[in-house]
C-alpha cells in the first residue's frame, strides 16, 4: 500500500461523542498518526453502543469502533496537575488538537487557545461545538439535537405543519461540523508558513448547517422581502412531482424539475391522459399545481415497486430513487462492487464490517487501516515513539512574524461545478484563500441562476440571491464548450491550474475531450475532482438524482420522520452543501499528498458514499445485531436521551429543544419545571427509568413548555445545566444575538451595485480571514483569465468573444 497523503501528520484528540473523533477519523482514514486522548472512564460513546445482543461492554460499541477506527488510544485525567502537564507534552509534539469540549472548561483547565500555543506556536487547534467559542451561546449546554434546532434547518424544511420540526435519525449536526472542521483545519495546517504558524479553528456545528444550508437558499429573500417559508410536510414546493411518495412496497423520492425529466417520468408512467397537458413542462407551473399532480402519481406508484418504478424511470431520464432502509443500502451491490464495505479485526468484537473511506483517491487510499483502539492501549509518555522530554523545556514562547495570506494562497482551480455540490466544493477552497473560476457559459445557463428569489424582484439570472450565496468565492469565466476552440481554451486555462471540479454524470467530462486522461496532459501534476452521484464504477454508475433524493440510496431518508411513522423530506439537499464541503477536504488531502509526491490524480468521489457516513450509527446496528433502524422522530438515535425531543411552545409554531442524558440534567429540569407531582415517579431518578418511561415525559414536559416563551425558556433551563435551545425558523437565523455577535450573515454589494445579505465565513479563524464576496457577474474574470493567465493577445480575444466561443 502507498503511503497516506497525510502520513507524518500528528494529532491530538481529545473529544467525546461525534464531532470530534469523526474529525480526526477522517484524517487517520488517510494515513495521521491520531493519539485519541481518553478520560478515565473512556469516551462517552463506548458505553452507548450498540452492542452486540444488546450487553454493554466499553469495548464493544459499535459506534465508538465506527468513530475511531485508526487511532491510539492513551488516558490521562486532564483535571488533574499531573494529567494537564502530560497533555501539554503531547500537544508540543503535534500538528494538530482536535476538541470538542465546553469552552469554559477549557480555559478551566488551562487547555484555551493562549495557553497551547506557548507550549506549541505552530498548533493548529479545531474546536468543534454546537454553538463556537464566542457569542451569548457559546457557554450553553448543548447536545447534537440543540446545535441542529438551533440551526433553522429543522423548522425551514423537515415535519409536518403543526408538527415538532424534525432532525434527520442520525447526528446530523455532528457529522457536519466533523465535516466542516476537518476541510478548514486540515487547510489551515497546510498553510501555517503562508498565514505564520498555527490558529485556532472555531467551528459551530448549529452556524455551519445554518449558514450553508438554510442561509443559502433563504437568508437573502427574508433579508430583501421580510417573508420566509417553512416547512410542508410533502417536499421540495419548487416543483411536482417533487416528494417522498408510497409505492407498493415502501417509498420513492420522486424529484423532477427539467422539462425533459417531467416527460421521462410521464412516459415511464404510461403517458397517462392527465399529464399531457403541456402546461406542465414548465416546472414551476408543476409546482403550482402539485396538489393535483401529487395524488395521481400516486395511483401509478401503488401499483408498483420500488425497485421497479426507480429502473423505469432512471431509464426514461427522470431522477427518481427508491427509499433504501439501512439494510438494503449497506448490502447494495453497487457498494459490494465498490469495496465500500471493508472488514477490520477487533480483539473484542472480532471480524466485523464497517463503512470504508468517504471517497476514493488512487494514488493514495485510504480507509480504515486498523479497528478502534482499546482504552489506555498507548503510554502518553511515549506516545510520538520517541520521548520528547519534560514540557517545561520543549516549551516555545516565541511568536512567529505574522504573513500575510490565507491558507491555500497560491492554489488555483477551474470549477465546472453545476448547481449547489459543485459550486460549494469551489466556495470552501476559495473562502480558505484558493483563486476559483467558474466555469460557465450562456448557451446553457446553470440552473442556480433561474432559482428565485431575485434582487430588487427583477427575474435575471445575474440576480438569483440563493446563487449569489451558493456561489460566493468563485469567480467566473464563460466558455461554449459546444465549440472546439472553447475546449481548446479550456486545456489551456487548466494547464495553469492545480485543481479541477466538476459534478456531471461519468462521461461527460470525456464527451468534452476534459477527461482526466486528456487534461494530465497538459498539467501532469493535477488533482481532478469529479462527484457523481454514486462514484465513477458500479452498477448504480448512471444514477441520475438531486441532493435531496441522493439521500434515499443511503439509507438516511429511511431514519428521518415521526416514530413510528413513513419517511419524512429533508425538503432540501442537506447532502449538497456536506458533499461541498467534504469534497474541498477531498481535494486538500489529495495535495497534500501531492506536496509530498509531485503527483497529482483524479479523486472518485461517490456522493453516496459520503453521506452514507452519517449513518454509520444505525449501519453498526444492524452490522451487530440485524436490527434495521426506523423513523424515531427526535428521539436520541441510540436511545440513550430522555427527555430528548422538540416540544411546543407559546406563540405560532414556537419550539424548544431539550436533550438529558445525565441524572444530574434530569435533576436540573426537574428543578426548573419546579418540581411537578408526574416527574415524582422514582422510576424516573435512574437514567433506566427515564428511558422506559420516555412517553410519559414527553407528555409532562409538552404540557410545562407550551405555556412559556421558547427563548426565555431555553435560558431558564440553561440556568439549571440543562442543555436547551429554541428552534429556530429563517427570520430568527438573521434576528437573533448569537448569529449577529458572530457575523454569520453580512451585507455585500453586489457588482451590478445593489446590496444583498449571504453568508459569511461559518467559520472563524484566528489568524486568516476568509475573502467572502458575492456569486458571479457571468463572465466577469473572462478578460484577466484569457489576457493574463492564458496569454492571448488583445485582438485574439476580441475576436473569440465576437465568435461565441468566450460565451
Not at 438551533?150 to 408538527?163: F, I, K, N, T, V
Not at 504558524?197 to 422581502?225: K, L, M, P, R, W
Not at 442556480?448 to 440563493?466: K, Y
Not at 420516555?694 to 435560558?715: C, F
Request: with cysteine; charged share 20%.
Amino acid at each position: 500500500m502507498p503511503d497516506g497523503a497525510l502520513e507524518g501528520l500528528r494529532v491530538v484528540e481529545l473529544g467525546q461523542m461525534v464531532s470530534a473523533p469523526y474529525c480526526a477519523r477522517l484524517l487517520a482514514d488517510f494515513g495521521a498518526e491520531i493519539l485519541k486522548v481518553e478520560p478515565p472512564g473512556g469516551d462517552i460513546t463506548r458505553s452507548w453502543g450498540p452492542f452486540p445482543d444488546d450487553v454493554a461492554h466499553p469495548e464493544r460499541s459499535g459506534l465508538f469502533h465506527f468513530l475511531n477506527t485508526g487511532k491510539r488510544s492513551t488516558v490521562i485525567d486532564v483535571a488533574t496537575a499531573a494529567g494537564r502537564e502530560a497533555f501539554l507534552e503531547l500537544v508540543s509534539g503535534a500538528d494538530a488538537l482536535v476538541e470538542n469540549n465546553p469552552p469554559r472548561l477549557m480555559r478551566q483547565l488551562g487547555l484555551d487557545y493562549d495557553s497551547l500555543t506557548a507550549v506549541n506556536p505552530r498548533l493548529v487547534m479545531i474546536s468543534i461545538t454546537p454553538f463556537g467559542q464566542t457569542g451569548p451561546y457559546s457557554e450553553w449546554k448543548g447536545y447534537d439535537l440543540n446545535a441542529f434546532h438551533l440551526s433553522g434547518a429543522s423548522h425551514r424544511y423537515c415535519g409536518r405543519p403543526g408538527e415538532a420540526p424534525l432532525e434527520h435519525g442520525t447526528f446530523s449536526a455532528e457529522f457536519y461540523g466533523a465535516v466542516t472542521a476537518a476541510a478548514w483545519g486540515l487547510a489551515a495546517i497546510m498553510g501555517r508558513d503562508i498565514v505564520g504558524g498555527g490558529q485556532h479553528v472555531d467551528v459551530s456545528c448549529a452556524e455551519a448547517i445554518a449558514a450553508t444550508f438554510v442561509g443559502g437558499q433563504n437568508i437573502g429573500g427574508y433579508a430583501q422581502d421580510g417573508v420566509f417559508d417553512s416547512r410542508s410536510g410533502i417536499g421540495m414546493g419548487l416543483s411536482a412531482p417533487n416528494a417522498i411518495i408510497e409505492c407498493r412496497d415502501g417509498h420513492v423520492w420522486m424529484l423532477v424539475l427539467e422539462t425533459a425529466q417531467w416527460q421521462g417520468l410521464v412516459r415511464a408512467m404510461g403517458s397517462p391522459e392527465w399529464a399531457q397537458v403541456e402546461m406542465f413542462d414548465d416546472m414551476f407551473v408543476r409546482g403550482q399545481n402539485r396538489d393535483i399532480i401529487l395524488p395521481l402519481t400516486r395511483e401509478w406508484t401503488m401499483q408498483h415497486g420500488k425497485f421497479e418504478i426507480m429502473e423505469r424511470c432512471q431509464a426514461e431520464g427522470a431522477p427518481v430513487c427508491a427509499i433504501l432502509t439501512i439494510e438494503e443500502a449497506f448490502e447494495h451491490p453497487h457498494l459490494k462492487e465498490r469495496s465500500y464495505i471493508v472488514d477490520v479485526e477487533h480483539p473484542e468484537l472480532g471480524r466485523i464490517r464497517t463503512l470504508g473511506p468517504a471517497f476514493k483517491l488512487p494514488a493514495s487510499p485510504g480507509g480504515p487501516n486498523s479497528a478502534a483502539p482499546l482504552l489506555g492501549e498507548t503510554n502518553a509518555s511515549d506516545a510520538w515513539g520517541t520521548s520528547i522530554g519534560n514540557v517545561s523545556t520543549v516549551r516555545d514562547t516565541s511568536v512567529e512574524t505574522p504573513v500575510a495570506g490565507a491558507p491555500l494562497d497560491g492554489i488555483r482551480v477551474a470549477n465546472f461545478g453545476w448547481v449547489w455540490a459543485g459550486p460549494m466544493v469551489g466556495q470552501t477552497l476559495g473562502f480558505l484563500g484558493a483563486e476559483v473560476y467558474k466555469i460557465e457559459s450562456r448557451a446553457r445557463v446553470d440552473m442556480a441562476r433561474t432559482i428565485p428569489p431575485f434582487a430588487e424582484g427583477i427575474r435575471d439570472t445575474e440576480r438569483s440571491l440563493s446563487h449569489h450565496a451558493g456561489w460566493a468565492g468563485n469567480g467566473s469565466i464563460t466558455l461554449n464548450l459546444k465549440t472546439a476552440e472553447g475546449v481548446e481554451l479550456a486545456r489551456r486555462f487548466i494547464a495553469e491550474c492545480d485543481v479541477v471540479i466538476e459534478n456531471f454524470a461519468p462521461g461527460v467530462m470525456e464527451r468534452l475531450e476534459l477527461g482526466y486522461d486528456r487534461l494530465v496532459e497538459v498539467r501532469p501534476d493535477l488533482v481532478m475532482f469529479s462527484m457523481p452521484a454514486a462514484g465513477l464504477y458500479g452498477p448504480l454508475r448512471d444514477l441520475r438524482t438531486y441532493g435531496l433524493s441522493l439521500a434515499s440510496i443511503t439509507g438516511m431518508d429511511s431514519l428521518t420522520g415521526y416514530l413510528d411513522g413513513p419517511p419524512i423530506p429533508m425538503e432540501n439537499a442537506f447532502s449538497d452543501p456536506y458533499n461541498g464541503i467534504m469534497g474541498a477536504f477531498a481535494i486538500l488531502v489529495a495535495l497534500s499528498h501531492r506536496n509530498r509526491s509531485g503527483e497529482g490524480q483524479h479523486i472518485d468521489y461517490s456522493q453516496q458514499e459520503s453521506v452514507m457516513q452519517m449513518v454509520g450509527p444505525a449501519a453498526m446496528d444492524y452490522v451487530l445485531n440485524g436490527r434495521v433502524a426506523a423513523p424515531m422522530g427526535n428521539r436520541h438515535p441510540l436511545g440513550m436521551g430522555a427527555p430528548h425531543g422538540v416540544f411546543p411552545c407559546a406563540g405560532d409554531d414556537r419550539w424548544i429543544s431539550i436533550a438529558v442524558l445525565t441524572d444530574a440534567e434530569w435533576r436540573g429540569l426537574v428543578e426548573a419545571m419546579e418540581d411537578p407531582e408526574w416527574a415524582r415517579d422514582p422510576a424516573f431518578a435512574s437514567h433506566a427509568g427515564r428511558l422506559a418511561g420516555i412517553e410519559s415525559i414527553h407528555e409532562g414536559i409538552a404540557g410545562w413548555t407550551k405555556g412559556h416563551d421558547d427563548r426565555q425558556l431555553a435560558a431558564l433551563l440553561q440556568t439549571h445545566g440543562v442543555a436547551a435551545s429554541p428552534v429556530f425558523n429563517v427570520a430568527d437565523l438573521l434576528d437573533d444575538v448569537h448569529y449577529k455577535d458572530r457575523g454569520t450573515f453580512v451585507e455585500v454589494t453586489h457588482p451590478l451595485g445593489f446590496t444583498e445579505t449571504i453568508y459569511g465565513a461559518y467559520v472563524k479563524t484566528s489568524r486568516s480571514e476568509a475573502n467572502v464576496r458575492p456569486g458571479p457577474v457571468m463572465g466577469q474574470d473572462n478578460e484577466h483569465v484569457f489576457c493574463e493567465i492564458v496569454g492571448l493577445d488583445g485582438d485574439r480575444y476580441r475576436k473569440l468573444v465576437e465568435d461565441e466561443v468566450i460565451y
